[in-house]
Structures are given as structure tokens and as C-alpha cells.
């Protein structure tokens, strides 16, 4: 059986013309997990703020949540890697997960689809 796997690994992403000086919040198929992505120059775990410009700078850490050094760490990891397509959205919107309808219902947002490719 051959299985497409991706890397663990940082994504770094600009985005220009947001709203100036607003607080988005990070989204990974529609789930928020703002908790993988920092600002440049922030810490974890802080607010996502645009500057006077509407622009920001980010770095989005994706790996399988699995410890390497759990009883199955290798397996398990090889089953949640796989090859796949991740939708990336910042917007304005804090909830769970984003509505259907989120483009027409947000002040400010932007997407994007990221392949993950193979090792």
C-alpha cells in the first residue's frame, strides 16, 4: 500500500489589504485554531492584529498533535499525515467554526487553499 504523506513544517504567509488596525482569527478547514499561528514579532497565543496598513505577517506550525515518543508515535502519525488540501482562513469572526455563508457575513477576511505534499 503506498500512502502520500506530508512533513511536519512552518508555513509562513503575508496578507495585505485587511482591515487596518483589527483582530482576526486563524481558521483550518472551517475549525478556529488559532492556538498554531503566531504574528511576527508576537508570542503564541496572541492576538492577531493588522497594522495601520491592513497587513500582517504569519507563521502557521502544522504537525500530526501526536508525541514522537508516544507508544505508536511513528504509525500513528504515518495514518495523519496524509496528503491533503487545507483551506486557510483569517477573518474577523470569533467563533468555533465558520458558517457556510462566512465571506458574506464578516467584515474582513482572507483564504486560502494550501496542498500538503508528500515527503
Do not use: C, H
Not at 17 to 29: A, C, G, M
Not at 52 to 64: A, C, E, F, R, T
Not at 86 to 105: A, G, K, M
Amino acid at each position: 500500500m503506498n500512502t502520500s504523506l506530508f512533513k511536519e513544517r512552518d508555513f509562513i504567509f503575508e496578507v495585505f489589504s485587511l482591515r487596518p488596525k483589527t483582530t482576526y482569527y486563524f481558521y483550518v478547514n472551517k475549525i478556529q485554531n488559532s492556538n498554531r499561528i503566531k504574528q511576527f514579532g508576537k508570542k503564541l497565543g496572541e492576538s492577531l492584529i493588522t497594522d495601520q496598513n491592513g497587513y500582517m505577517k504569519l507563521v502557521y506550525y502544522i504537525d500530526s498533535n501526536i508525541p514522537s515518543d508516544s507508544a505508536f508515535g511513528i504509525t500513528t502519525k504515518m495514518l495523519n499525515l496524509k496528503t491533503t488540501n487545507l483551506e486557510l482562513v483569517l477573518t474577523t469572526l470569533n467563533q468555533t467554526s465558520l458558517p457556510e455563508n462566512f465571506e458574506s457575513s464578516t467584515v474582513s477576511y482572507a483564504k486560502s487553499v494550501v496542498s500538503i505534499g508528500r515527503i
